[in-house]
């Protein structure tokens, strides 16, 4: 098994961030078949595959938004205004997830990405962990 760990800068502000590249590096590197996890060891962030550009990002972001309003109805209460719905979305948007790997190179659909979504503003930094297990 093969590991790295990628650090990101999110922002401030919610974001939907395209780590594909990153992936395929990592795995052209390796080559081979297996399965690449992606991992963010975060309380407040998921992993998606998804359409990135064309609107998705920002509907996703829209999505969350209507699902978990940043208001003041959450209990967890520490952080910016409604920062509880960024402990909620990885419910909705796991933390993880697990790709295909075939002579080296993501099986992706023609339109999939894989990004990281952070709705916690309060924490701009974070970590992602891709391991590579080959057969």
């Not at 990135?52 to 520490?78: F, V």
């Not at 309060?122 to 057969?135: A, E, F, I, M, T």
Request: charge should be negative; hydrophobic fraction near 40%.
């Amino acid at each position: 098994m093969r590991t790295q760990i990628l650090e990101l800068h999110t922002g401030g502000s919610e974001s939907v961030t395209d780590i594909t590249r990153q992936c395929g590096d990592f795995v052209a590197g390796a080559g081979g078949d297996g399965l690449l996890n992606v991992f963010v060891p975060h309380a407040t962030a998921g992993v998606a595959i998804i359409e990135l550009g064309a609107g998705s990002d920002d509907d996703l972001l829209a999505s969350l938004a209507d699902l978990l309003p940043a208001d003041d109805r959450w209990r967890h209460k520490h952080g910016s205004r409604g920062h509880g719905r960024s402990h909620v979305m990885p419910a909705f948007v796991a933390p993880q997830t697990t790709v295909p790997v075939v002579g080296g190179r993501l099986e992706l659909g023609t339109w999939q990405s894989i990004a990281v979504v952070d709705l916690n503003v309060d924490n701009p930094d974070r970590r992602v962990r891709l391991s590579y297990l080959s057969s």
